[in-house]
């Protein structure tokens, strides 16, 4: 499913029923991995597939479920349990990858979740710096709770190997 057709699925919501055009934020896509509730930028997700079969890679390290063949690009497959530790991916009927753009040089990446809710529109306001599961997460204030901020950057700067 592309993320064209997630968009004209789902509902979009405004976190502001009263705000104008210019005044309207950011367009996050919510997911869930296990039973916590995540969310990234519309922006930085490339496509929102059925879930990918990844062939795994020896001697690669825990976080790398395995690389996978997507529309002739090759595509890393993260383990959902770097987001959410303890978070176990069970395949369902409304289990999908999230697919990111890739950056430039770099090979693009994949999320495996549980399922792809809604896309809402709010202005981001940080509730604090997310240090518990990842450091790769923000914790953002939505209108019916909280949810992690996946950042792809932050992931590919966390993933990329270290200079020492």
Not at 53 to 73: F, H, I, K, M, Q
Request: net charge negative.
């Amino acid at each position: 499913m592309e993320l064209l057709e997630v968009e004209m699925a789902v509902a979009v919501r405004d976190s502001n029923a009263r705000a104008t055009e210019a005044e309207k934020g950011e367009k996050l896509i919510r997911f869930a991995i296990g039973d916590r509730p995540f969310c990234v930028k519309a922006a930085a997700v490339a496509e929102i597939i059925t879930p990918l079969n990844p062939s795994p890679v020896p001697n690669s390290p825990e976080w790398l479920l395995g690389l996978a063949g997507c529309r002739g690009d090759l595509v890393a497959v993260l383990d959902p349990s770097l987001l959410s530790k303890g978070a176990r991916h069970t395949l369902s009927d409304r289990s999908r990858t999230i697919v990111f753009h890739g950056v430039a040089g770099s090979i693009k990446i994949a999320l495996p979740v549980e399922s792809v809710s809604d896309l809402v529109e709010l202005n981001l306001i940080p509730v604090s710096i997310g240090t518990g599961d990842a450091e790769l997460v923000r914790t953002v204030s939505l209108p019916d709770g909280e949810a992690g901020l996946v950042e792809p950057g932050s992931l590919l700067n966390f993933l990329s190997p270290r200079s020492t």
